[in-house]
């Protein structure tokens, strides 16, 4: 069954520096998501892309950030300088044509010293 | 943003007996809705949907019920099993034709199936 993976699993990583967060979704969808999930709070979104471009963004989603699909199978996530409350899981997520069920990537656990 | 509610933090059913979560939004233009289960450390995975046009799906052992005028779902695990442990996240979206739609998630059900 085709799924959506993740790396790394997990990222430790100073303030301020830059991490890429690198995602494969299923191979024929066609919508890509970022969530976020900190510890004990609910899974956030962060950001939508379809036909390479961002679709919408949330307010968390900020000038720090960015989303790239470079060679039409991986879909990374760019935080150009990390702060201490970046700390926290980070989800893919793709769908099809249809786009209306969303299927999820493992995550990213990201801790931010 | 509240828009997707579960009021319930936790809930524990004797294994063989009905699970029944609840969640409840206040966005009147939400047309899919979605539950997925989630153990520590690992994604979301989707479990079952329905959409706005419905009032009831079912799949095996699981079925969600639809009440829009009420603005509530609920997810009914029928016989419930050890193996159903885990936290359940209602979630929401409004499909838009042409542009990726995202999911608005609820806070979570912690189900605890005992033996």
């Known amino acids: 069954e085709p799924e959506v993976t993740q790396t790394p699993s997990h990222q430790v990583t100073q303030m301020g520096q830059e991490v890429i967060l690198r995602c494969v979704p299923i191979s024929n969808h066609l919508y890509f998501y970022w969530y976020r999930q900190i510890l004990g709070q609910k899974v956030e979104f962060l950001v939508s892309?379809?036909?390479?471009?961002?679709?919408?963004k949330s307010e968390i989603f900020d000038d720090q950030f960015s989303v790239e699909r470079p060679d039409g199978s991986n879909f990374t996530l760019k935080i150009r300088s990390t702060k201490l409350e970046d700390s926290a899981m980070y989800f893919c997520a793709s769908s099809g044509r249809m786009q209306e069920t969303q299927y999820f990537g493992p995550g990213t656990r990201l801790l931010v010293l | 943003d509240q828009q997707v509610k579960q009021n319930s933090p936790s809930l524990s059913v004797q294994e063989g007996r009905i699970s029944i979560l609840n969640c409840d939004y206040t966005?009147?233009?939400?047309?899919?809705f979605l539950w997925y289960k989630k153990y520590p450390a690992e994604g979301p995975t989707f479990l079952i949907s329905?959409?706005?046009?419905?009032d009831k799906n079912e799949d095996g052992r699981f079925t969600v019920f639809l009440n829009k005028s009420a603005k509530h779902l609920s997810l009914h695990i029928v016989p419930s099993q050890p193996g159903d442990s885990a936290v359940y996240f209602c979630?929401?979206?409004?499909?838009?034709?042409?542009?990726?739609?995202?999911?608005?998630f609820g806070t979570g059900t912690r189900l605890q199936v005992t033996l």
């Open positions: 329905i959409s706005s046009i419905k």
């Open positions: 979630a929401a979206s409004l499909i838009n034709t042409g542009t990726a739609s995202k999911l608005t």
């Open positions: 892309f379809y036909n390479n471009e961002i679709s919408e």
């Open positions: 966005n009147s233009m939400f047309d899919y």
